[in-house]
């Protein structure tokens, strides 16, 4: 009797799920390009744009493929800046190592100044763009070094900790990011932290904490470093024998707001169960993406001096 019960009722389930089966036909709009704009100046150094063409998410990235499709040259468009006091240059598409695929629209003469305004204009396709961004003010750390996170390995893990004093009489944005060199870790670009920016909403005026850590890492040609590589890559801490630099920067509102939602979109846009956003721009078109950036930075420098280091672990 009960194996007629079981028999009936896998029958009824298999009829069940059977009649919940539908085919659906999905008639997807054709993909739309837009030229993708990502531009910043720093207080001390010109401006640099990469400009680049979005290609649709499961496309297969490789180096042809970056070259022919999604990356603009020079030949394909004009970028220019201008400061608020009338200083302007055309940028050149040039050698970077700046750059992620190290070319980009790079500036020689405009540098960034504090409290100033920037104008990005960018001709392409017979059309015109343009974003206007501001670099803030500096400021100084009150104090910086590393900081073990975790009891069992103190000694060879670490964050950076950062005691800094906010402004009460401004609304301020943060960003931090990190470059490490050490002889099995050469950051060439940096590496932002968590979060990517933030503001001064709970703590105006007052002295605060920070911890850097590297979360940031882009894998842009991660795929040519060997596996030994690739996990050295991923650390997020800091190790006895790094020389560790330090970027702390001011920026506008704007930006701060870009930075957010593109830091949101970097780590959720994977996630099935969240819905993909487009970060936010300054630009004054809807048919383009990304953004203009100032940033007020200032640089320090920590270094790792372990005595025994090399003697207890190598060269890692």
């Known amino acids: 009797m009960v194996k ?40 001390g150094s010109p401006a640099i744009v990469m400009l680049s063409k979005s290609i649709p998410y499961f496309s297969e990235i490789d180096i ?32 970077s190592p700046d750059a992620p695929y190290y070319v980009a629209f790079m500036g020689s003469q405009v540098i960034g100044k504090e409290q100033t305004h920037y104008t990005l204009r ?10 206007q961004t501001y670099i803030p003010k500096t400021f100084d750390l009150d104090s910086i070094g590393f900081a073990q996170t975790m009891e069992l390995m103190a000694d060879t893990m670490a964050s950076i900790r950062v005691l800094m004093t906010d402004q009460a009489a401004e609304e301020n944005y943060y960003a931090f990011s990190c470059k490490v060199k050490c002889p099995k870790l050469q950051d060439r670009l940096w590496v932002c932290s968590v979060p990517v ?41 800091f190790r006895p024998g790094d020389t560790v630099y330090v970027k702390h920067s001011q920026v506008d509102y704007h930006t701060y707001k ?12 994977s996630n099935p169960f969240v819905a993909s956003t487009t970060p936010v721009s300054n630009f004054d078109s809807d048919e383009v993406l990304g953004h203009w950036s100032g940033f007020a930075s200032k640089v320090d420098t920590l270094v790792w001096w372990y005595d025994n280091y090399w003697e207890e672990f190598g060269s890692n």
């Open 197 to 237: 920016a933030f503001d001064d909403l709970t703590f105006n005026g007052l002295q605060f904490n920070y911890e850097v850590s590297r979360y940031g890492y882009s894998w842009l040609m991660a795929g040519m470093l060997s596996e030994e590589d690739q996990e050295n890559f991923r650390r997020v801490t």
């Open 64 to 95: 042809e493929t970056l070259m022919s499709q999604v990356l603009v040259n020079g030949t394909q468009a004009r970028v220019f800046v201008t400061s608020e006091t009338g200083e302007t240059e055309e940028l050149k598409w040039t050698l």
């Open 122 to 131: 960018v001709e392409y396709d017979g059309k015109v763009y343009t974003a």
């Open 258 to 269: 870009y930075l957010t939602s593109a830091g949101s979109e970097a780590a959720m846009g």
């Open 4 to 43: 007629k019960q079981r028999w009936f009722l896998g029958l009824v389930m298999a009829l069940l799920l059977t009649a919940c089966q539908q085919e659906i036909d999905l008639n997807l709009p054709d993909y739309q390009s837009k030229l993708v704009i990502e531009g910043t100046i720093e207080t």
